[in-house]
């Protein structure tokens, strides 16, 4: 029988996906040597609550409160960190980096503020650390982005990276609810967590797109420089009109890398329904890639939850594992060497879709498209409807391209405009 080199690890944190990390290497076990030439064992998890955390393994032995023991044990050669949040995570990969110890995380919150820090660590040190479950959980983006699309200069990435709102607005697109009820449901299921905020406001997308721009564009965009716009605002009739229109709304991360600068946002977006991030529903992402050589390329997959999330992580463990088998650590650390300007979203160009209501008289709709024309907006479809038993019109119009600056001009105008009875809605259109 062949002996194979044990590796020893220690997990951070064993929530959601810490527990799946732990399943997912103890169901590899049996082919784990056959497959990358190495058995990993876990030696420590640390948590902070040993009682509670004695149920969900097999030898309760493994479990520390002590940051200290793991760092300072020369026989770790992999954290993973998995307890999420700033601190003490930031302090804890910093300490493992400069210990000579890979570091595999899932964390966003921080790869997406301080990950120039921690690469350059990692770099300093020779040492892997990898995140590919940082961004859309199981799917594979990180990788693919750095290594098998590296021959293209990628000019887009687009994507739905945040199951909880896709399932939010699916149940608002196909059952016709409103958002408040839709968000109730997704709370009632588990799929929101018990503050939403960071879902429904878009900044956990947020800070996936500042992560993929930075490896898509080889330059450093941190999530201070995402714009994020949630879907709080939107509506079912809202959906219900972009479905006349022939799109689908989605909570759309967006970054390009444009001639004069990179664009990065969130926010939502009309998406014609025949593009196939539209038909991407319930709690499912998926992250479109445009590529100078490859074209338009489509990852798809479960964006979050227990084992979907560890299959990333438990990825990059085995990755580091060849790695250190094969004596070539730390190969593929920081990408960012460019350091390309970021626009703000004044110089962003868009399409939008804008629904008001409006007195229903002679001369009105010509006010409204006199007010456009002279803030350079060209209208390119436009519906209108009467509201029942009200002397009011429900319009809804969709713009061409067009600067976000004169948009923005047009509704100051439309503001102090009398016949103009509220403005009910404004969307961007991709
Ligand atoms: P979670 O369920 O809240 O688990 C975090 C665990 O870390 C908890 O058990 C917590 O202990 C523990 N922890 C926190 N601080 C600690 C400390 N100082 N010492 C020891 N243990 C500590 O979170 P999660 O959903 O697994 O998320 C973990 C990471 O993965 C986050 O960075 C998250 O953004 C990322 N992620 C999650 C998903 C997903 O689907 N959940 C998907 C992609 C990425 P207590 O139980 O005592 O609080
Ligand atoms: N809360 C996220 C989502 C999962 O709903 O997609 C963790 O990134």
């Avoid at 079912?236 to 967006?254: F, H, M, N, Q, S």
């Avoid at 399409?351 to 209501?357: A, D, E, L, S, V």
């Avoid at 060209?378 to 509201?387: E, G």
């Amino acid at each position: 029988m062949k002996e194979y080199p044990v590796i020893k690890v220690a997990l951070l944190g064993l929530g959601t996906v810490g527990t799946g990390t732990y399943k997912v290497l103890q169901k590899q076990k049996e082919f784990m040597a056959e497959k990358i030439g190495a058995m990993v064992e876990v030696k420590y998890i640390l948590v902070r609550n040993l009682e509670k955390a004695k149920a969900k393994v097999a030898d309760p032995g493994v479990l520390t409160n002590d940051w200290n023991t793991i760092v300072q044990d020369p026989e770790i050669a992999i954290v993973i960190e998995l307890m999420g949040g700033m601190e003490p995570a930031r302090t804890c990969i910093l300490e493992a980096l400069r210990a000579g110890k890979h570091v595999v995380t899932a964390n966003k919150d921080l790869v997406a503020s301080d990950g120039e820090e921690l690469l350059g660590a990692a770099g300093e040190h020779q040492c892997d650390l990898l995140y590919e479950a940082a961004v859309a959980g199981g799917i594979p983006i990180i990788r693919p982005l750095k290594q098998c699309l590296a021959g293209n200069n990628i000019t887009e990435v687009m994507g739905i990276v945040n199951g909880t709102t896709n399932f939010i607005l699916s149940r608002m697109s196909e059952d016709g609810m409103e958002f408040e009820d839709a968000l109730k449901l997704a709370s009632e299921l588990g799929y929101a967590e018990a503050d939403p905020t960071a879902d429904i406001e878009g900044l956990d997308a947020g800070r996936k797109v500042a992560i993929l721009a930075s490896v898509a564009f080889n330059s450093r965009v941190t999530f201070a420089d995402v714009y994020t716009e949630g879907i709080t605002k939107i509506t079912a009739t809202d959906i219900r009109y972009a479905k006349e229109l022939g799109c689908a709304i989605k909570l759309l991360g967006v970054a390009r890398n444009t001639e004069s600068g990179i664009e990065a946002r969130v926010h939502p977006m009309l998406i014609d329904s025949k593009h196939p991030l539209a038909s991407v529903s319930d709690c499912y992402n998926a992250v479109f890639v445009v590529g100078d050589a490859v074209q338009d390329t489509m990852f798809y997959g479960q964006g979050a939850g227990e084992l979907p999330t560890a299959s990333a992580v438990v990825g990059d463990v085995f990755d580091i594992v060849r790695n250190i088998s094969s004596g070539c650590c730390g190969r593929i650390g920081c990408t960012c060497f460019k350091q390309l300007p970021i626009k703000t979203m004044e110089q962003i160009e868009s399409k939008y879709f804008i629904r008001m209501q409006v007195e229903d008289r002679f001369g009105v709709l010509a006010s409204v498209a006199s007010v456009f024309g002279n803030n350079s907006v060209s209208i390119a479809q436009m519906l209108q409807r009467k509201v029942k038993g009200k002397d009011t019109a429900e319009i809804v119009l969709i713009t061409d391209q067009v600067e976000e600056r004169h948009f923005a001009d047009s509704l100051k105008v439309f503001d102090g405009m009398s016949i103009i009875k509220e403005v009910s809605s404004v969307i961007r259109v991709y």
